[in-house]
């Protein structure tokens, strides 16, 4: 009798043990095949109102569809975008967390930067690259540059910035260090219109512009800034007399163009970053999506997944072959 009161107490407590136990090993499983579960975050380096905001925003309206969660912008300017991709660096890798990268912007970072940056761009989870947007070289109206040789004549221009690394840095130390005209970078602004708006003011003189964000090239249509050149091969048909820089004799500088890519923490599940890139690719299928791309007068070049390795390993060589330069840039 003792026994069988001892055997009866004692299932009393395995039994929901046991029961316990099972569920914490079906936890896992359950939360991955229910991925995602919560909302997303999508960090963007940058203020509101440039291309990268821009495109983030115009993205966020399909992919919040598909995955079927909200996608929450978030903001976090400062360092040239470096805040925003060391959170991204430091943040849990279970998916619900994604931020857009400034290439070959972030890698001058990595490889040059001062602090060095937390993160290693060959290490993160790679969603997919949503464009590749061209610059045009422009001047404050103001300002008495019109061509090329004012700029080689001035004792400095002066170039407004958001901060080093970013890839309208990278395409301003290049140029100057190509064309053999002296910047002098006044760096620190939270985003391109803001550093549009100090040449507007007479803070700065000149820089590089993404042709694909209204809002920079809102400048140029106003005639606050005046195009000087285009980083093209062939003429723009927005702006058929600005030269190129193969016309002016560089055209070696037709690359640089600012890739805005999309990437997760490195150590992301397969399954769930397979979900992702899915939806990813699917967006770009969305009309209201296209829409809003129209109506910025910018065009998609989405490359998902692991096919932007590739491309990631070609600029990271570029940058190394012009590594002088930037060592010597950095303040």
Do not use: C
């Not at 090239?217 to 193969?246: A, C, Q």
């Amino acid at each position: 009798m003792q026994r069988s009161v001892i055997f009866f107490l004692t299932q009393l407590v395995v039994m929901p043990l046991a029961a316990l136990a099972l569920n914490l090993i079906a936890v896992p499983v359950a939360a991955a095949e229910d991925f995602p579960n919560k909302s997303i975050s999508w960090l963007v380096p940058y203020a509101p109102g440039g291309g990268f905001d821009l495109h983030s925003r115009a993205v966020v309206r399909g992919l919040k569809k598909r995955l079927g969660v909200s996608v929450i912008i978030k903001n976090v300017p400062g360092a040239g975008g470096n805040i925003g991709w060391n959170l991204l660096w430091k943040a849990k890798p279970d998916g619900h967390t994604l931020a857009i990268v400034n290439i070959p912007g972030a890698i001058v970072s990595e490889l040059y930067g001062k602090p060095k940056p937390q993160y290693s761009l060959r290490k993160f989870s790679w969603i997919g690259r949503i464009s590749a947007a061209p610059y045009v070289w422009a001047a404050g109206a103001k300002t008495p540059y019109r061509a090329l040789e004012d700029l080689q004549k001035a004792k400095e221009v002066i170039i407004s910035e958001v901060g080093v690394g970013g890839t309208a840095w990278v395409t301003a130390t290049l140029t100057a260090n190509v064309m053999k005209f002296k910047p002098k970078m006044i760096l620190g602004y939270p985003g391109a219109p803001a550093a549009n708006m100090a040449i507007v003011r007479g803070e700065g003189e000149a820089r590089a512009l993404g042709m694909d964000s209204p809002g920079q090239m809102r400048s140029i249509h106003e005639g606050d800034l005046v195009p000087l050149w285009v980083y093209l091969d062939k003429r723009d048909p927005e702006f058929p007399n600005v030269p190129t820089v193969g016309e002016l004799g560089y055209p070696e500088l037709a690359v640089l163009a600012s890739h805005r890519v999309v990437a997760a923490p490195p150590g992301v599940p397969k399954d769930r970053l397979k979900k992702l890139r899915e939806a990813f690719a699917d967006t770009f299928k969305d009309p209201e999506v296209l829409r809003a791309f129209k109506k910025m007068k910018a065009k998609p070049l989405p490359v998902v997944g692991d096919q932007w390795t590739p491309m990631l390993n070609s600029l990271f060589g570029l940058m190394e072959k012009y590594s002088n330069v930037f060592v010597k840039a950095m303040p």
